[in-house]
């Protein structure tokens, strides 16, 4: 069986099959799946007439997505599980990530493992836009302290910005690394380096939208995400110049203010990072959509 290597044109196919179900995991979407090029030789086929996405590193291959069609498939299943393991020499690699809520009994009673994943934060698009009342007192006095002190201006990020945005992003990321001596932290915002420029290299063409924030005629600020469905976006990146106090605040209530068409805004997961997630939860998310890991049977 020959495995398509991922490109751009393939957008419409994966689309169709990612619009057969609601999904509310970050990961259900070209978009996000086609910018980990830099870091994944990302393969795809269709099997039973399920679309079936797979991942591979120097460590192994793995499914980024479990089978994508009208229903869950478990020959499609067993047969990921085979491809899997004719290409890793350790078949304990062989693993489907990011199975949802709503289908993880299925997969468990068919005798497949399960596992947890980090979840994503969901969170109220109202709320993020007004900062009203206790829950958000320290986010409105950070917002008020950066509309206070500064002359700015707010505008569509658009890919002739792709340059500055990845000189402010080279900046934010030396001073993340300057205040945190994690190893694996470090290599996860190296990873981001590779996967921010693939984002902003193919901008319009993967439907992102974002804004930027200037001042003193400098972008010291930019955020972008994508549509994951009729009511929910996801803010993939947010970056702005940690010396300008308040603008973090500041530019996602901004973008979230915009993003009008929206009931929910998913803020990603945290990566079992503690910093991160003590930020995600400043934010007083509705509640944490789970993801799950899939193994092979016992």
């Known amino acids: ?5 991922l490109v751009l044109k393939d957008q419409k196919l994966f689309n169709k099959y990612l619009s057969l179900a609601r999904h509310e995991l970050a990961a259900f979407s070209f978009s996000n799946i086609y910018i980990w090029k830099p870091l994944f030789d990302i393969r795809w086929v269709l099997i039973r007439r399920s679309l079936c996405v797979f991942f591979s590193d120097k460590i192994g291959c793995f499914m980024y997505l479990p089978p994508l069609g009208k229903e869950p498939n478990l020959p499609a299943v067993k047969r990921s599980f085979e491809i899997m393991d004719d290409i890793n020499e350790n078949k304990d690699i062989s693993r489907i990530e990011n199975i949802e809520e709503p289908e993880l009994e299925y997969y468990r009673s068919s005798g497949y493992r399960s596992s947890d994943k980090y979840p994503d934060y ?25 509309i206070k002190h500064h002359d700015f201006k707010v505008r569509p990020l ?51 939208e974002g804004i930027v924030v200037k001042v003193d005629k400098q972008i010291r600020g930019f955020t972008f995400g994508y549509r994951l469905n009729a009511d929910t976006f996801c803010v993939l990146y947010e970056i702005t110049d940690l010396s300008v106090k308040g603008l973090a605040q500041f530019i996602f209530r901004s973008f979230c203010q915009q993003l009008k068409i929206y009931k929910y805004i998913n803020i990603m997961d945290d990566s079992g990072l503690d910093n991160l997630r003590k930020v995600k939860l400043s934010y007083k998310p509705l509640r944490m959509v789970p993801a799950y890991i899939i193994t092979r049977h016992a």
Not at 131 to 136: C, D, L, S, Y
Not at 172 to 183: A, T
Request: charged content about 30%.
């Open 1 to 5: 069986m020959t495995l398509n290597n």
């Open 122 to 146: 969901l969170c109220s698009r109202r709320d993020l836009a007004l900062f009203r009342g206790n829950k958000f007192k320290s986010q409105r006095a950070s917002y008020n302290y950066f």
């Open 158 to 208: 658009s890919p002739a910005d792709k340059a500055e945005c990845l000189d402010l992003f080279n900046s934010w990321l030396d001073g993340r690394k300057k205040q945190n001596s994690d190893d694996i932290y470090r290599g996860m915002l190296e990873d981001n380096r590779r996967v921010i420029n693939a984002a902003l290299a193919d901008y319009r063409r993967l439907s992102f």
